[in-house]
Each structure stands twice: as C-alpha cells, then as structure tokens.
Nanobody
Framework: QVQLVESGGGLVQPGGSLRLSCTAS????????MGWYRQAPGKQRELVAS????????NYADSVKDRFTIARDNAKNTVFLQMNSLKPEDTAVYYC?????????WGQGTQVTVSS
C-alpha cells in the first residue's frame, strides 16, 4: 500500500524560504511522475509543480515560477519542494501525489503559513 508523508512546513515571514519533503513508501517511486499540490482555505486544490520520473523534466504553475524548485531523490523515495521568496498568498496546506493525482494517495499534507 502506497503512503505519502509530507513534512517541512511551518510559519515563515514574507520573503522567507522553506523546503518541503515528501517520502513515499510502497509502490515503485522511481517510475512515478510526482507533483506538489496546495489547497488554501476556501479554494480548490491546485497543482504547484511536477517532476518526471527521472527528474529531467519539471513544470511549474505561473504563480510560483522562478520562486519554487521541485527535485527528487529516487534512492530515498523522496520529492522536495524548495520555496523561496514566499508570499502571503502561498499560505496553504501542501500535498504531494502522483501527477495526475491518485485519489487514495492523499496524505495529511503540511501547513505553510506566510505571515509577518
């Protein structure tokens, strides 16, 4: 059974940085295209960034382009999201999942709050 566990969130001031991690257990991580998603209060969950199985191809939502970087370590079954120049509008619960997402694989997410 696949389990995805996110970590690394927290409270940060505008302009600050955070690095999120998502570690997978079960399944064959190295063949999955992975995505980071976020859901802000009162809004739908949205795809923030994705990365191909090899890590060679990445894509970003326009709202985070040039500020966020997605990466992966297949040896550690982990995908990362480096978030720089954070803005209040980045406040959300962040999740990882396949891209496109597999409904049963959503984890608890990790809360990111950007506030002064």
């Amino acid at each position: 059974q696949v389990q995805l566990v996110e970590s690394g969130g927290g409270l940060v001031q505008p302009g600050g940085s955070l690095r999120l991690s998502c570690t997978a257990s079960g399944g064959i991580f190295r063949i999955w295209t992975m995505g980071w998603y976020r859901q802000a209060p009162g809004k739908q969950r949205e795809l923030v960034a994705s990365i191909s199985s090899s890590g060679m191809t990445t894509n970003y939502a326009d709202s985070v382009k040039d500020r966020f970087t997605i990466a992966r370590d297949n040896a550690k079954n982990t995908v990362f999201l480096q978030m720089n120049s954070l803005k209040p509008e980045d406040t959300a619960v962040y999740y990882c999942n396949h891209m496109p997402p597999t409904p049963n694989y959503w984890g608890q997410g990790t809360q990111v709050t950007v506030s002064s």
